[in-house]
T-cell receptor
């Protein structure tokens, strides 16, 4: 399957702490994207990292990509209660995205 | 500018019925994709349309069909509903055909419950 798999399935941290989520995939990719979903609503795009990039930053987000290990990580620094959501990695098919099952992040105020 | 819009927000149907879900992409976006998200899972790809032509189809039965209109809005139709069709149906738009190579913009989804 081309689907990514996130780890851990659930993560609970205190506000201000950092949160790290990992994603593994099985086939070669053009890019890998991370999305956030609040309470079963629509997905919001966070960041896209291309296969020739190793690290990318966007505000409090840091994404790494290791194509040799077929893995990516998403780091959220100085977490806030508003970061509570499900986070999904997605790899690209010919015309679509393949999503994993997500990591449920809970940030406790 | 308005984002991707979907209607209705919620829908309750019974087994065997038919349902039509609607999506309006962001202005200027010509690609629309549909995803099904069952509770506790990630979204699963159903269809992609670009310039009114089907460009991709996921592993879903023929009960699922879709179309895209000249204004780039789209409909997803599901016939002979089953209990397992209960899910959040997400629509995503993108300005280009190779939507998987770029950010996709998702609507809020339609929550379908089949009783």
């Amino acid at each position: 399957s081309q689907q990514g798999e996130e780890d851990p399935q659930a993560l609970s941290i205190q506000e201000g702490e950092n949160a790290t989520m990992n994603c593994s995939y099985k086939t070669s990719i053009n890019n890998l994207q991370w999305y956030r979903q609040n309470s079963g609503r629509g997905l919001v795009h966070l960041i896209l990292i291309r296969s020739n990039e190793r690290e990318k930053h966007s505000g409090r987000l840091r994404v790494t990509l290791d194509t040799s290990k077929k893995s990516s990580s998403l780091l959220i620094t100085a977490s806030r209660a508003a970061d509570t959501a499900s986070y999904f990695c997605a790899t690209s098919g010919a015309n679509n995205l393949f999503f994993g099952t997500g990591t449920r992040l809970t940030v406790i105020p | 500018d308005a984002g991707v819009t979907q209607s209705p927000t919620h829908l309750i149907k019974t087994r065997g019925q038919h349902v039509t879900l609607r999506c309006s992409p962001i202005s200027g976006h010509k690609s629309v994709s549909w995803y099904q998200q069952v509770l506790g899972q990630g979204p699963q790809f159903i269809f992609q349309y670009y310039e009114k032509e089907e460009r991709g189809r996921g592993n879903f039965p023929d009960r699922f069909s879709a179309r895209q209109f000249p204004n780039y809005s789209s409909e997803l139709n599901v016939n002979a509903l089953l209990l397992g069709d209960s899910a959040l149906y997400l629509c995503a738009s993108s300005p280009v055909a190779a939507s998987s190579y770029n950010e996709q913009f998702f609507g809020p989804g339609t929550r379908l419950t089949v009783l």
